[in-house]
């Protein structure tokens, strides 16, 4: 089966901007969970989707949102970017609905510059 | 905010020598997990450890949870160059909302050098 895949891998935007991140899950799997990774803050949960629907949500502004679509691709989109967005954002897919509660398969992330 | 807060920070060690990382948790868990991460690319699973097991084995690799003290060891045996990388553990709570989020630790970045 193929991995968790996304796209793009790398992007540069400036402040200000929107972006959006896509996910593709490994195959079968209905649950999709989002990551922020930064040197300051670590690994910080963003949200979980399964089956269309968000599960769960981190302690994120308004301005990160996510959705899920019916062949569970999922998608994160940030507007008016700022410099603090800039970072490593993962993906991960579950089999499960509780996807915590189970083991995760990461994507090899999409590194976001904002300049 | 983090969890799990991993110690040590770094680890440097020979090749072919033991490596141990612990993790330290605040509130009850439902399982602990460790994922291995190779320079800013994504995680990769190593083990799940659910909260009424107290140790597991996978290939090199031993985890221990102790509940009591809210803390987790990852030991690798026999290291090799390979397993130089950056290792976290994760926790998930038990709300009771079926909803909880995995929580990852600080991080424990070890060097095996040849």
């Known amino acids: 089966k193929a991995g968790v895949t996304q796209t793009p891998r790398y992007l540069i935007k400036t402040r200000g901007q929107q972006v959006t991140l896509s996910c593709s899950p490994i195959?079968?799997?209905?649950?999709v969970s989002w990551y922020q990774q930064t040197p300051g803050q670590g690994l910080q949960f963003l949200f979980e989707y399964f089956s269309e629907t968000q599960r769960n949500k981190g302690n994120f502004p308004g301005r990160f949102s996510g959705r899920q679509f019916s062949n569970s691709r999922s998608e994160m989109n940030v507007s008016t970017l700022e410099l603090g967005d800039s970072a490593l954002y993962l993906c991960?897919?579950?089999?499960?609905?509780?996807?915590?509660?189970?083991?995760?398969?990461f994507g090899p992330g999409t590194r976001l510059t904002v300049l | 905010s983090q969890q799990g807060e991993e110690d040590p920070q770094a680890l440097s060690i020979q090749e072919g020598e033991n490596a141990t990382m612990n993790c330290s948790y605040k509130t009850s868990i439902n399982n602990l997990q460790w994922y291995r991460q190779n320079s800013g690319r994504g995680l990769v699973h190593l083990i799940l450890i659910r909260s009424n097991e107290r140790e597991k084995h996978s290939g090199r690799l031993r985890v221990t949870l102790d509940t009591s003290k809210k803390s987790s060891s990852l030991l690798i045996t026999a290291s090799r160059a390979a397993d130089t990388a950056s290792y976290f553990c994760a926790t998930a709570g038990v709300t009771g909302f079926g909803n909880e989020k995995l929580t990852f630790g600080t991080g424990t970045r070890l060097t095996i050098i040849p």
């Open positions: 195959s079968g799997h209905r649950s």
């Open positions: 991960a897919s579950s089999l499960l609905a509780q996807s915590s509660y189970n083991e995760q398969f």
